[in-house]
């Protein structure tokens, strides 16, 4: 990327903040419930929550056309909830991987569809995920202590949210700005974990509202190499690394011992009044980068690490009449990978690796809710989007420097016969997407709805894409519910995806030739994948306390993109790159297809025991699959699943205390390698788990909170599995990977 396009987004993030100040536009929710309220309320009035993130409309969570989970912010303190993981992870059809990739830590899989960036991730309707869609992990980069409810809705949002909503959209509400409630919260707990965020609401004249908060964590880590005698850190004393390729010795110093700390921060910021809302997020994760490697061929220190950023700005107006209400939205977005960040493994020969990538969104959005009569309502709207990004470089020899034109060396290529080494080619994308959709809602008596929606978009990178929704609620006894949904989705191919490249050259004459045994290189021509899915779902009050829900799912995922080799593919590369042979090239490719179906029983219940109040909730989640593998028409199991998992919560109140226990069964764990590489039908198991989440606090004079979290109380020695095939016991990486043991974090809260 040249200069001049580098300080163009600059300059238009600057314009872009500078027009929020001046321009009227907001995506709030109106008729909000406090959270003293929602622990009244009765089980149909919890169950039946006023959610807005299905529609953009708010409406009742039962009347809504999705399966939609609403977690309120009592239930987020009740819980000790500090990520979205952690609330994914008691949800369900949700499968949560900690540790299982070196760049996002977590993968996140819902109903069968992996990887988090599958997931859209809102706050108060805009989008705070990774604007050009590079994978983020869940952590406390997210901010969950603002949220007065997080909406997590399940399957195909492509209809009225556009790319990247396939496997559901996940939105945090924030509190109100006029609440002039403020907290302060500090916690500290073993292994080196601390963490402490302040919120701040205040009402200034004329009816101004801000509100200003920010977060601050960082967390150490259980010492594996104390845990778990497969983290051997012996070389990290000696400075030779017995790798799978041979003996190693980095030149670069090491720190001895095992280090794997993760930080993370964020900040926020809002100013309202009447309609008006303006809106400014920033949140950073960093993660070690060594994740899933076994300690021979990877170094586990705090400076090997990968970090990732996005700030994002919005202002919106909102403005209504008895019947019509406009909604003017202007977001900016920018994302940008931390330039220290870096891999360090014998992929580089154990030497520092760095990475650097960037990504901008500037985004218009007009929607206009009509309400025709009182059985028709109309919601429709249109966007803009204007997007630049430099996707993600090979191993850099050094951090790129930003001043000037982005550029760098790859790692490994400098000699003394020639001490330039060679010159990384970053990729420079512009490029937009128009999009306009209108959705439909009948209710041509009291107990019976319809959805229709279509949405259109067209982006200059791929294409043409025309996603439609339709479903039907029908309440044919006063206590039953039905419904019967059908949606697609798209999961455009982002620059990430279609440009990342990695992998190294070698020279063995001192620099005078060159060659390489692989390398990833990327593939401009990726199209979108698509997915339709068909679900079905009945909820029966059996009794006064007590819910039942039964949810069943299918879903096909059609041009999957797997690595495949460049020869007899796309044919870019022919075994060469930089005018050297390389061995082996790979390429990411729209191949193959995907077949999930699944579903879950839920129980929900409310009830009091003398003076204490409980809440129980329950399910029991199945999910399966096949894929076509890279290459040919065979059919075979999805990999990184554990099809059966069952989960159990109760959270309780007795005056000034409160407590909450969650357990976590998970049946057998389905990895990526096969039990005969020879016949690829059946994949390789590990064990499942049980993991046991366990939370109390007690109030005083409704002011301050003393509270106390443990996770993993069982204290398991549990494995999760990672994304790729792991098979040979010789492998750079683990079948699967380590978890934390039991840790106790205690923490105080103010509110003021």
Known sequence: MNKHLQTMNYKFFFLLVLTCTLFRTGFAQKDEVSSDELMEMSLEDLMNIRVITPTRNVQG??????????????????????????????????????????????????????????????????????????????????????ARQIEVVYGPGSALYGADAMAG?????????????????????????????????????????????????????????????????DAYETGVFNTAYGPMTPQQPLTAGYEAPIKSYNFYSSLDKGGFS???????????????????????????????????????????????????????????????????????????????????????????????SEKVNLTGGATYEFFQSIPKAPELQEPVAKEGSIGGTLLNSATPDNPNGFEVKFFSLVYNNVGAYLQGQYAPVRNLSFTAGLRYDHNSRFGSTVNPRIGAVYSPFKHTTIKALYGTAFWAPSPHVSFESYGSFYTEDGGQTYQSGFLHLPNPNLEPVTSQMTELSLKQR????LDLTLTLYNSRVENTITNVPDNGNTNLYNNEFLGWNVYYIEVPYNQGKQENYGGNIALNSVFSLGRIDFNLWSSISYVDGTVTLA??????????????????????????????????????????????????????????????????????????????????????????????????????????????????????????
């Open 542 to 545: 059996v009794r006064r306390n």
């Open 169 to 233: 959209v996940i939105n945090i509400i924030t509190q109100k700005a006029d609440s002039q409630e403020s907290s302060l919260q500090a916690i500290g707990g073993s292994q080196g974990y601390s963490s402490g965020n302040l919120f701040l609401n205040k009402t200034l004249k004329n009816d101004f509202h801000i509100s200003v908060a920010g977060q601050y964590t960082h967390d150490m880590q259980p010492d594996f190499s104390e845990v778990y005698e497969e983290y051997n850190v």
């Open 278 to 372: 303006m809106k400014v997020l920033h949140h950073y994760v960093q993660v070690p980068s060594s994740t899933t490697l076994k300690p021979n061929n990877g170094v586990y220190n705090k400076d090997v690490f990968y970090g990732q950023g996005v700030t994002t700005g919005s202002a919106s107006y909102t403005a209504s009449t008895d019947r019509l209400e406009s909604i003017s939205t202007l977001t900016g977005s920018y994302y940008e990978v931390n330039p220290e960040s870096n891999y360090r493994n014998l992929y580089g020969g154990m030497e520092h690796g760095y990475k650097y990538s960037m990504g901008s969104m500037m985004k218009i959005e007009e929607q206009l809710n009509y309400k025709v």
């Open 61 to 146: 969570a039962n009347e809504a056309p999705a399966t939609v989970m609403v977690i309120t912010a009592e239930q987020i303190k009740i819980r000790g909830y500090r990520t979205l993981a952690e609330v994914l992870n008691d949800l369900p059809d949700f499968i949560v991987n900690d540790k299982s990739d070196p760049q996002h830590y977590n993968v996140i899989t819902s109903r069968g569809l992996q990887r988090q960036d599958l997931l859209l991730v809102l706050l108060d309707g805009i989008r705070i995920s990774s604007p050009t869609n590079e994978p983020l992990p869940f952590l406390e980069n997210f901010p969950l202590y603002i």
């Open 631 to 752: 290459g040919s028409d065979t059919e075979t199991e999805q990999a990184n699943l554990a099809p059966w998992q069952f989960r159990i919560g109760l959270d309780g109140s007795l005056g000034n205390l409160d407590f909450s226990a969650r357990l976590l069964q998970a049946g057998a764990q389905r990895t990526a390698s096969f039990v005969d590489s020879t016949n690829p039908d059946e994949r390789e198991t590990v064990d499942g788990y049980s993991l046991l989440n366990i939370s109390t606090g007690y109030t005083f004079k409704n002011r301050a909170t003393l509270f106390v979290n443990i996770q993993n109380a069982l204290d398991q020695r549990y494995k999760n599995t990672v994304a790729w095939d792991a098979s040979n016991p010789d492998s750079e990486t683990f079948n699967s990977s380590f978890q934390n043991p039991l840790r106790v974090m205690a923490g105080l809260r103010f509110m003021f």
